[in-house]
């Protein structure tokens, strides 16, 4: 049977603050420049989940899309979305909210819910312009 992947898109709104905190002021500005500011900044970021693996002969799917959009939902938007990463998400509260660490919480949270005879890769926009991929390591 071929493999074939599927995605699905979602959207959340953060904010985050780019910063070492074993670092200075300005140390943390030479290396994260605005992104630094200590008044945090946020993002609109698009989220795109792709799964690759064999088509289902029974049901003809990859993976039920109505099942990962819920699980996008519940796992990722109603963690991150509308908050400060650097303060009410566990995950970023000793791991700097960067595009790639982001994509790897995002892998780690939804891998636990996705069989691992599926191949997941996800791509994070930050901007239109900057963008991450992340498949496992």
């Not at 519940?74 to 998400?89: A, M, P, R, T, Y």
Request: net charge neutral; with cysteine.
């Amino acid at each position: 049977m071929p493999k074939v992947t599927v995605h699905r898109k979602a959207h959340f709104n953060a904010a985050h603050r780019l910063y070492r905190k074993d670092w200075s002021d300005t140390k943390n500005f030479e290396v994260f420049n605005k992104c630094s500011n200590p008044n945090f900044h946020g993002h609109n970021y698009e989220l795109i989940v792709s799964l690759t693996g064999e088509i289902n002969k029974e049901t003809g799917y990859v993976f039920d899309l109505g099942i990962l959009k819920d699980l996008i939902k519940s796992e990722i938007e109603e963690c991150f979305d509308h908050k400060n990463l650097n303060i009410e998400v566990k995950e970023f509260q000793d791991l700097n909210p960067t595009a790639e660490n982001i994509s790897v919480v995002i892998y780690d949270k939804l891998r636990k819910h996705i069989s691992t005879h599926l191949d997941l890769k996800i791509t994070l926009y930050e901007t239109p312009r900057n963008f991450v991929s992340f498949s496992g390591s």
